[in-house]
């Protein structure tokens, strides 16, 4: 199992702002995936980060704003952009293990607030 | 297209009483199928896993789960609850030889002294 630690683990923003999340896992990972909880819901994937290559969005979501790194196969970040009160949510980081990539380690998440 | 609906967005037992979460999936080809906890403020943390091989899965902390292809279920169950089970869980699917997971809505497990 992968250990993931998540930065910051809260933060109040004013809407307008970004803010960018840091996800630092304890051992080299190929696939990393980044979900948006909103409160009282499900988890959502935004996008799949593979290393080397350009992050791949779900539909809902656009490069623009959310913007996502993934210099090296430890570490990723995500940049909640021009941010409003709807971006109020949990955001999670996870990696892939497993033969197909879907067994799951999550980050423990970063509770954001957008006033 | 895959989906995941967990009945029962509450579910309240005693402790000691039986835990059963349910959870049906919809997949047009063999599923791997997962639970999933999170506890307060924290990420989620995989309970137990079914990957084709036996349909009785039994995961951490006293946890298993039943595949039923012909009832297309996957539910939770443990046999004695604890107070230390409160949380919330998520049953999720993803195709094999896929690494897309869907996630179902979830059900807070609420465990009364």
């Known amino acids: 199992s992968a250990v993931i630690s998540q930065k910051p683990s809260r933060d109040i923003c004013q809407r307008g702002t970004s803010l960018t999340i840091q996800c630092q896992v304890d051992?080299?990972?190929?696939?990393m995936f980044w979900y948006r909880q909103q409160p009282g819901q499900s988890l959502t994937l935004i996008a799949t980060a593979n290393q080397g290559s350009e992050a791949t969005y779900e539909s809902g979501f656009v490069i623009d704003k959310f913007p996502i790194s993934r210099p090296n196969l430890t570490f990723s970040t995500l940049t909640v952009s021009n941010m409003s009160p709807e971006d109020s949510s949990i955001y999670l980081c996870s990696v892939g293990s497993g033969s197909s990539y879907n067994e799951q380690f999550f980050g423990p998440g970063t509770r954001l607030t957008v006033l | 297209a895959q989906s995941v609906t967990q009945l029962g967005s509450h579910v309240s037992v005693s402790e000691g009483a039986l835990v059963l979460l349910r959870c049906n999936y919809s997949s047009s080809v063999p599923p791997y199928l997962f639970w999933y906890v999170q506890y307060p403020n924290q990420g989620l943390q995989l309970l137990l896993k079914?990957?084709?091989?036996?349909?009785l899965v039994k995961g951490i902390n006293g946890f298993e789960a039943e595949f039923k292809k012909s009832e297309t279920s996957f539910h939770l169950t443990k046999p004695s609850a604890h107070m230390s089970d409160a949380a919330e869980y998520f049953c999720a699917v993803s195709e094999t030889g896929g690494f897309k997971t869907i996630f179902g809505a979830g059900t807070r497990l609420f465990v009364k002294a």
């Open positions: 051992s080299q990972v190929t696939m």
């Open positions: 079914y990957t084709s091989a036996a349909t």
